[in-house]
């Protein structure tokens, strides 16, 4: 572990490390404390050099960024977000964490680390740190796979109409996902995503359904077949240390499912996907009852050994207690 500093100006307070020096690293962390302004670029620059002059193959470098001051960053993100990614070639992945309470404004933090082929995240309590550098700590730290896209087709046979829910600033073209050159999100040690998409079956009305304009030289009569296939799944990734994406590609078929079968983790992500939607007061959706979705995501509770899914839960009756 080596340490830089970056209030008012950047500086080096621990050279390189080993953490079995367990004593001398606690020393160190109950006399620093926040102060002055922030020298990021000058702190951000001197941490690359310190990782790159001790460099091993997979070391990490982690830098913390007071969140008070990461909005000042936005004056020259642009030569900041240039010089994080030419760094990132050198095999220095790159993660931010913000921390504080309140003032929270992690665009900044998100784009940086997305630069850096890194992760972030906003830490305000001591169950979020222990989540994040304790039980998440080697998939949020630990690359396993970079540049990561994903990309879902629907078989129109069955599916009318579609759209993702959320991940709009993660949205790449078509024409984006079998290019190499554009740059996507790591994929951590242990990591899953959960990505939540609302269908219009094919033999359904809705007045949801995007209003087209028929197009003289599109064709739109479908003559291939693809029997019960619902959909196909593609994944591109890169190795840690490559250039060169290899794709993985799965068929989705076409199956029933009992509202009894539908498990407790499907049922706990539709009631956050949806209580996050009633914020935004999306016109994309009609139901808002806040007690329907609490009582979703009490249904999808389960074990629940962190107290994540019941912070959630708490989270929704405090909205409901201000309405």
Not at 32 to 48: H, R, V
Not at 109 to 123: H, M, Q, V
Not at 282 to 304: M, P, T
Request: some cysteine.
């Amino acid at each position: 572990m080596g340490i830089v500093v970056y209030a008012g100006s950047a500086g080096m307070v621990l050279p390189p490390t080993s953490a079995r020096k367990s004593i001398k690293l606690f020393r160190l962390w109950i006399i620093l404390q926040a102060g002055g302004s922030t020298a990021g670029g000058a702190g951000i620059e001197l941490a690359y050099k310190l990782a790159q002059e001790n460099f091993i193959k997979e070391e990490i470098t982690v830098l913390s960024l007071q969140q008070t001051e990461i909005s000042m960053w936005e004056s020259f993100s642009s030569d900041l977000e240039s010089l994080i990614e030419e760094k990132r070639k050198s095999g220095v992945f790159l993660t931010c964490l913000g921390f504080g309470m309140g003032n929270y404004k992690d665009n900044t933090l998100e784009t940086l680390a997305d630069k850096g082929n890194g992760n972030y995240a906003y830490i305000d309590n001591m169950q979020e740190a222990n989540k994040f550098l304790g039980k998440e700590f080697a998939g949020s730290m630990y690359a396993i796979a970079k540049d990561v896209k994903i990309q879902i087709e629907f078989n129109p046979e069955f599916v009318k109409s579609y759209r993702l829910i959320g991940y709009e600033n993660r949205k790449l073209r078509n024409e984006d996902f079998v290019n190499d050159k554009i740059d996507a999100g790591e994929l951590g040690s242990g990591h899953t995503v959960t990505a939540l998409y609302e269908i219009i079956p094919a033999d359904v009305q809705s007045e949801f359904l995007p209003k087209q304009n028929t197009l003289k030289y599109s064709a739109t009569a479908h003559t291939q077949k693809f029997g019960n296939e619902l959909a196909t799944v593609k994944f591109r990734y890169k190795k840690p240390d490559g250039d060169q994406s290899t794709e993985i590609t799965q068929v989705i078929k076409k199956t029933g499912l009992s509202l009894s079968k539908i498990s407790p983790d499907f049922k706990f992500a539709s009631s956050v996907a949806w209580f996050g939607l009633v914020l935004r007061d999306s016109k994309l959706i009609k139901e808002k009852d806040l007690n329907k979705i609490e009582n979703l995501a009490k249904e999808g509770k389960n074990k629940d050994e962190e107290g994540y899914r019941s912070e959630f839960i708490r989270l929704i009756e405090s909205y409901k207690s201000i309405k």
